[in-house]
């Protein structure tokens, strides 16, 4: 069959599947909306919960970067799951306590002030719509190579499938919705691994295949992989090449923007118990895992991959010839993500390091690296291909894809319209709005969230990776210190939270973009982005940490100086730190 | 449930979140990243210990703790009668 028809079969059959459960699980009422009416399974949860923070940046991008830089690329897998340690210890469950549906609403009544429940949403909305503008664009792009469609088209139809589970399930149908996606996401990925753990090893668990024998070199995976990257003139795979401090501050900016993105924390709200919410954030943390183990070995297993198929006699052998070239590289030429080019017209592709050329090249005197281009967001869709899989494993990994960036887009367009028909209309500015008046509010907000990412990621102002850095380092600055001094200090008062939660987001703002340049519009930057020029050497990436440090510094200094909290406020906080009576609690 | 009790309640809490939060710091900042010299001789699979915990390791240790703290915390609910 047609590799086309097949992709066909595998993306649609998963769609209705979506599409399906969205309308057998819609919402009759705003608690169903927001939050599932509190009925969720915490291990359902769990899993819905893997799928709505494994965005398409996890399933397509991830292994890539890995691959692409080794050891010094663990910070993703360290930071994206050590954060779910601090969301179950320091946060989920006492937000579950105070049982209300939104961020901002714990912050506005914690704080008992509409200013930082207006901060709050401002943060909110925009970190969540930075986000999706990379889920949709990440959709758009599976979309084009999959389904043989120009990017404009995928677009169009990744907006038109969020809209019509997001909009018509919410939260309840979203939940299930995910659970489906994860399933899908998660056999998408292991299954191919699988298979390219046992060529390479023998061993069936990509997990362990990393850390075992080379079956072809009789010595262990990742010396193979050491040794033939040297030989290429490439850093090693398995040492440190970058600097400690900054990868010790971004893997901490990577952990505490997780534990502040509210799409994430809202899932807390929707089981029915505080223990369940604890017990929610383990069972979240295995099915995360479950792909975040087998992500390093996909990528060192791909990386040795690619080089086998470019030297097939051995690095030291004659390299591949252009006539040769497989199939998936001809199609990924297509999709302008890989490219080459005969630099020195002998027929044969070179691909070594030509910043630090290894002994080889310059004997033989090549003219430069043959292969250009390859954007590592290619690797896990092309993987498949690279292994010589067949070809429905292909049609999975693009069903694989397409749920990873689309379930997270539908988590945060729901963020995004509880924000904004919960706490800006329906806490600040007409508290009287009725039940049925607030659900079509929230799903009119959704539409026009959904058509304004489709807006961008059609004219995308050149920006992806900055972007959801942007999302995490405004989470990591702004959300995450007022929640956690809401619950663990009882002196924390409004004036410091909304100086804090603004010095935070401020400070990172003006890093980010004095690095990156204004709204990332290329060429505004004040300084180049490079280490020279960085304050102390941090990247703008690894800000966020360094936000959060001053948000909670601005807040402590702030609260010493200005009036104190109020006694209902802190019988409020004690309230949120024992679980019992959680279940009395009030959709207000 | 009075005053005295809650106190205790949460400072038990307290005490078993900083344990944990410790060894979450222990094993990825630490053993993944800062130590990793430290275990450079002890080898695994073709690298060294830290790299495994960078990649793998943690991340098992990070389930392990949320686990166990999920598991501490039912037991302390239970003892000062706080449960739902």
């Known amino acids: 069959m047609d590799q086309f028809v097949i992709n066909l079969i595998f993306v649609g059959s998963s769609f209705a599947l979506y599409i399906g459960i969205a309308i057998w699980a819609r919402a009759g009422s705003t608690s169903d909306f927001y939050a599932a009416g509190r009925g969720v399974n915490p291990i359902v949860n769990g899993a819905a919960t893997a799928a709505d923070w494994m965005s398409a940046a996890s399933f397509i991008s991830m292994a890539g970067l890995i691959a692409a830089v080794g050891y010094g690329n663990s910070t993703f897998l360290m930071g994206w799951t050590g954060g779910y340690v601090i969301l179950a210890l320091l946060l989920a469950p006492y937000l579950r306590k105070f049982g209300r549906f939104t961020v901002p609403d714990f912050i506005g009544d914690r704080f008992y002030s509409q200013t930082a429940r207006l901060v709050a949403v401002i943060s909110l909305l925009v970190m969540s719509i930075t986000y999706v503008i990379g889920q949709m664009t990440g959709a758009a792009v599976a979309f084009s190579r999959f389904l043989e469609v120009d990017s404009t088209t995928g677009l169009f139809i990744a907006s038109a499938v969020v809209f019509a589970y997001a909009v018509l399930g919410g939260m309840k149908g979203i939940t299930y919705t995910q659970l489906a996606q994860y399933v899908v996401l998660i056999i998408a990925y292991t299954i191919p691994a699988v298979f390219i753990s046992l060529q390479l090893t023998g061993n069936p668990l990509p997990q362990l295949g990393l850390f075992s024998t080379h079956t072809e070199t009789g010595q262990p995976l990742l010396q193979t992989l050491n040794e033939v990257l040297m030989e290429l003139g490439f850093n090693d795979y398995t040492g440190n090449h970058g600097s400690t401090f900054n990868m010790v501050l971004f893997t901490l900016s990577l952990m505490i923007g997780t534990a502040g993105l509210p799409h994430v924390i809202i899932r807390f709200f929707t089981v029915p118990k505080v223990a369940d919410a604890r017990t929610s954030a383990g069972w979240a943390l295995v099915f995360i895992a479950l792909l975040y183990t087998v992500a390093p070995a996909v990528g060192a297993m791909a990386r040795l991959n690619i080089i086998t198929t470019l030297y097939p006699e051995g690095v030291q052998g004659e390299p591949l010839a252009f006539d040769n070239k497989p199939d998936w590289m001809l199609n990924w030429e297509n999709t302008g993500l890989l490219r080459f080019e005969d630099k020195n017209g002998d027929g044969l592709i070179q691909y070594y390091n030509e910043a630090n050329p290894p002994q080889r090249a310059i004997d033989e005197g090549w003219e430069g690296n043959e292969m250009v281009l390859f954007n590592n967001d290619i690797l896990v869709l092309a993987n498949p291909e690279i292994a010589n899989l067949p070809g429905w494993v292909i049609g999975l990994i693009a069903a694989g894809g397409l749920a990873a960036a689309l379930s997270t887009a539908a988590g945060l367009l729901l963020a995004i319209s509880s924000a904004v028909s919960h706490d800006l209309i329906k806490s600040m500015i007409n508290p009287g709005i009725s039940e049925k008046g607030e659900l079509l509010a929230a799903r009119i907000s959704m539409a026009f969230a959904i058509a304004l990412a489709t807006w961008l990621a059609l004219n995308p102002p050149g920006f992806a990776a900055q972007t959801v850095a942007l999302a995490f380092g405004l989470a990591a600055s702004s959300l995450f210190p007022a929640i956690m001094m809401g619950i663990f200090s009882k002196k924390m008062n409004s004036t410091g939270a909304i100086t804090g939660m603004i010095v935070g987001l401020g400070s990172t703002v003006l890093y980010i973009f004095t690095y990156l340049g204004w709204f990332f519009i290329p060429g505004t930057n004040m300084l180049p982005n490079t280490p020279e020029n960085w304050l102390f050497g941090i990247s703008p990436l690894s800000f966020g940490a360094v936000g959060a440090a001053l948000n909670f510094i601005a807040a402590f200094i702030v609260m010493k100086i200005s009036a104190p909290v109020p006694v209902e406020i802190e019988e409020l906080v004690e309230s949120i730190r024992v679980p019992k009576g959680a279940g009395d609690a009030v959709a207000h | ?84």
């Open chain 2, 1 to 84: 449930m009075s005053d005295k009790s809650t106190d205790a309640y949460w400072k038990a809490n307290v005490r078993i979140i900083t344990i944990c939060m410790v060894i979450w710091a222990l094993v990825s900042f630490g053993f993944g990243i800062v130590l990793r010299p430290l275990l450079a001789g002890i080898p695994i699979g073709g690298t060294d210990l830290g790299f495994w915990f960078a990649q793998q390791g943690s991340m098992l240790t990070f389930i392990a703790l949320v686990f166990y703290y999920r598991w501490y915390m039912n037991k302390l609910d239970l003892e000062f009668g706080v449960e739902e």
